[in-house]
């Protein structure tokens, strides 16, 4: 009996897992392997050729690739400006404070 629940409970638990993960693929919008295939079937009936082997697929894919992290990079850039332009200004003004003072008390 306690074996049988604790399987239950499992399986519940990753049917919960695997229901937010597909929840969580869906709102990145990327393209699942169906919509591929289906994209696939309807370039070959207008004609065209879709990639025959997965080998061919990846480096469709890895052409792709390069355009989005493209368009990241100039952020990346530009937030690595930001924090080179946030140091501290060297505390030269405290010699001069020091100095001031000996001057005042002599």
């Known amino acids: 009996d306690l ?3 604790s399987r239950r409970n499992s399986e519940q638990l990753f049917e919960s897992l ?3 993960m597909q929840s969580q ?3 990145l919008g990327l393209a699942t392997k169906a919509d591929i295939e289906r994209l696939e079937r309807k ?3 207008l004609g065209g050729k879709a990639p025959a082997t997965k080998a ?3 480096a469709s894919a890895a052409k792709a690739a ?4 493209a368009r ?7 937030a690595t400006k930001k924090t080179a332009a946030k140091k ?3 505390r030269k003004p405290a010699a001069k404070k020091a100095a001031a003072n000996k001057a005042a008390s002599s």
Request: hydrophobic content about 45%; aromatic content about 0%; glycine content about 4%.
């Open 56 to 58: 061919a697929a990846k």
């Open 43 to 45: 370039i070959e009936a």
């Open 25 to 27: 693929l869906a709102g």
């Open 3 to 5: 074996i049988d629940r």
């Open 18 to 20: 695997d229901a937010r």
């Open 66 to 69: 390069p355009k989005v992290s």
């Open 72 to 78: 990241t990079s100039p952020a990346k850039k530009a």
């Open 88 to 90: 501290a200004p060297a």
